[in-house]
C-alpha cells in the first residue's frame, strides 16, 4: 500500500462507546497530524506529531486522545464523544511540521448517536 | 478575525474560461502556501504550493503570492468540469491553517 490509509472508513458510536481511529502512511515522513471537518467549516487541527512526539495540542477536549506508537502510525482514541463530534476525522502526514504540503488519508466518517 | 478567509462561493465558471480563487491570512509570519483541492465525499489533496513573492505556474494552474497583501490566489486557466471542487487554501506557520474553501463549479 501506499500513501496514507485510515480505518474505519465509517464509525456510528453512542455517546458511551470507546473506539479507536487508526491511521498509517507508507511515505517516510516524520510528521503526522489529526484535523477535523465539519460541514462548512475550516479544517480544525486537534493533534500534532513530530518524529512521534506531541507537539501540538489544539485545545482538544480530553475525550480525544491521541496516540503515535511510531513515525508510521497515529491512532485517535474515542471515549463518552458528544453528538457534535459528529464529523470527518482526516489523518495527515508531512516530511516535516514546515514548509511541506501534507498528503491526507481519505479519513473516517463519524457519527455520534 | 478568521485566520485564513476564502470566499466560500459558489464560483461558477463556463468550460474553458479562467477561474480565479481567492484568500487572505492573518498571520503576517507565515512562510509558506498551499492550495488544495477536495472532491465531494473525499479527503483534500495537494495542487500547488508557493513560497516567494509573485507567481508560480505548473500546467493548468498559477499560484500568486502578495505577503506586504497577505494575499495568495490560484488562478485555473480552460477550466474542465473535471475541476469542479471545493478549494481549501492553507497557511503554514508551524502548523498548518486552512480556509473554509471555495467552491468552483465549471459548466459545460
Known amino acids: 500500500e501506499t500513501g496514507v490509509t485510515q480505518t474505519p472508513r465509517h464509525l456510528v458510536m453512542g455517546m458511551t462507546n470507546k473506539k479507536s481511529l487508526k491511521c498509517e502512511q507508507h511515505?517516510?515522513?516524520?510528521?503526522m497530524y489529526w484535523y477535523k471537518q465539519s460541514a462548512k467549516k475550516p479544517l480544525e487541527l486537534m493533534f500534532v506529531y513530530n518524529f512521534k512526539e506531541q507537539t501540538e495540542n489544539n485545545s482538544v477536549p480530553s475525550r480525544f486522545s491521541p496516540e503515535c506508537p511510531n513515525s508510521s502510525h497515529l491512532f485517535l482514541h474515542l471515549h463518552t464523544l458528544q453528538p457534535e463530534d459528529s464529523a470527518l476525522y482526516l489523518c495527515?502526514?508531512?516530511?516535516?511540521?514546515?514548509?511541506?504540503?501534507?498528503?491526507f488519508g481519505s479519513g473516517t466518517r463519524l457519527t455520534v448517536v | 478575525q478568521k485566520e485564513v478567509e476564502q470566499n466560500s462561493g459558489p464560483l461558477s465558471v463556463p468550460e474553458g474560461a479562467i477561474a480565479s480563487l481567492n484568500c487572505t491570512y492573518s498571520d503576517r509570519g507565515s512562510q509558506s502556501f498551499f492550495w488544495y483541492r477536495q472532491y465531494s465525499g473525499k479527503s483534500p489533496e495537494l495542487i500547488m504550493f508557493?513560497?516567494?513573492?509573485g507567481d508560480k505556474e505548473d500546467g493548468r494552474f498559477t499560484a500568486q503570492l502578495n505577503k506586504a497583501s497577505q494575499y495568495v490566489s490560484l488562478l485555473i486557466r480552460d477550466s474542465q468540469p473535471s475541476d469542479s471542487a471545493t478549494y481549501l487554501c492553507a497557511v503554514n506557520n508551524n502548523d498548518m491553517r486552512f480556509g473554509a474553501g471555495t467552491r468552483l463549479t465549471v459548466k459545460p
Open positions: 511515505l517516510g515522513h516524520n510528521a
Open positions: 508557493i513560497y516567494s513573492n
Open positions: 495527515a502526514s508531512s516530511q516535516a511540521v514546515q514548509d511541506y504540503g501534507y498528503t
